[in-house]
């Protein structure tokens, strides 16, 4: 015997734990009955790339001993691999790293080149103390050189915090009078110490840039809204 189907009851329930998907599709209930005919994005993809202005961004990565935890690089570099995959052909991406002395590992790459540029950061190795002034030099050359009028110039500092007060000041002098024009500057401070919040805040005003303490829950949404910062003209 086959028995009644209650499509009354399916509604109701429906109606009353109504769950909506990011990124898919929900389901419109009516005020007297169950479905309507039209379906309702809920939201795109946080990963997408649309509207946003062409990417020109410096990855200046502290690559001393005290940056070597898996709490700090390996955390970024991650999230770094996984952003790239939705990234674009005509977003630029290059990366110095500093610590006794400043390298450009690579320089105006994209995303396309993902498995490069993955091994080229596998291959760096923490040595020695951070000499930010130098990695400062090579990445302000880094960005000119990959300029984009209109987009999103950006230098993404990276850092545990732990420098001198000599050091400290020397920065903000030397910021305050060399970052490139039209080029946004953002500190990624690996460490939730209140005094070295403090100082890198100092640095960050210098430039009138922004600072944000790192960790691996919070890292992957602020590397994404540092590349989708500026939205296109």
Not at 125 to 137: A, D, F, M, V
Not at 187 to 215: S, W
């Amino acid at each position: 015997m086959i028995l009644p189907f209650d499509f009354s009851l399916i509604c109701r329930l429906i109606r009353s734990n109504h769950v909506s998907t990011p990124g898919k599709y929900s389901v419109n209930v009516s005020q007297n009955g169950c479905f309507t005919s039209k379906a309702i994005e809920v939201s795109e993809n946080p990963f997408s790339f649309k509207d946003v202005a062409s990417n020109n961004i410096i990855f200046l990565l502290d690559f001393s001993i005290s940056m070597n935890r898996k709490d700090r690089l390996p955390i970024l570099k991650k999230s770094l691999f996984k952003i790239m995959q939705f990234m674009r052909v005509e977003d630029k991406l290059s990366m110095v790293n500093y610590a006794s002395d400043a390298e450009v590992i690579f320089s105006g790459i994209n995303a396309t080149e993902i498995d490069a540029v993955r091994n080229k950061i596998e291959a760096i190795e923490t040595e020695g103390r951070s000499n930010i002034k130098k990695g400062l030099e090579a990445s302000f050359n880094t960005s000119a050189t990959n300029f984009i009028a209109g987009g999103n110039n950006r230098i993404i500092f990276t850092t545990d915090g732990d420098i001198s007060n000599e050091q400290r000041e020397e920065l903000i002098k030397y910021l305050s009078k060399n970052l490139p024009e039209n080029t946004y500057f953002s500190i990624f401070l690996f460490n939730e110490a209140t005094l070295f919040q403090k100082q890198m805040q100092e640095v960050a005003d210098a430039t009138n840039g922004k600072l944000f303490i790192v960790n691996p829950k919070n890292v992957e949404k602020i590397l994404l809204g540092e590349l989708k910062a500026v939205r296109k003209q």
